[in-house]
Nanobody, 122 residues
Framework: VQLQASGGGSVQAGDSLRLTCAIVGPTWRTVGMAWFRQAPGKERTFVAGISWNGQNTHYSDSVKGRVTISRDNAKNEMYLQMSDLNPADTADYYC????????????????WGQGTLVTVSS
């Protein structure tokens, strides 16, 4: 499984942004996927996870209510729609595959894409 994250950029506080993770691989449709983020100088942390069929989603408390994770198995893509962004959301965002939607530990995820940088200015 290969993952390619895109959609990052520089935005103002209060703006919205949608990240996309393109997936290549024979079995990705049967595994959970997630988004993590890593702020400068900090550890990588869980943002949101989604089950293989999209029916179960989980969010970190820091983004709950502002972020929606979704996937389109027909297009081989996963998304992270973010709204009401604030400077604390500034980070490299990574997509991951192979875990369960509620797995917040990095070690539970087998496949990782490269990061896409989101910068939010006040």
């Amino acid at each position: 499984v290969q993952l390619q994250a895109s959609g990052g950029g520089s935005v103002q506080a209060g703006d919205s942004l949608r990240l996309t993770c393109a997936i290549v691989g024979p079995t990705w449709r049967t595994v959970g996927m997630a988004w993590f983020r890593q702020a400068p100088g900090k550890e990588r942390t869980f943002v949101a996870g989604i089950s293989w069929n999209g029916q179960n989603t989980h969010y970190s408390d820091s983004v709950k209510g502002r972020v929606t994770i979704s996937r389109d198995n027909a297009k081989n893509e996963m998304y992270l729609q973010m709204s009401d962004l604030n400077p604390a959301d500034t980070a490299d965002y990574y997509c991951a595959a192979g875990g369960s939607s509620y797995d917040t530990a990095l070690s539970r995820w087998s496949y990782w894409g490269q990061g896409t940088l989101v910068t939010v200015s006040s």
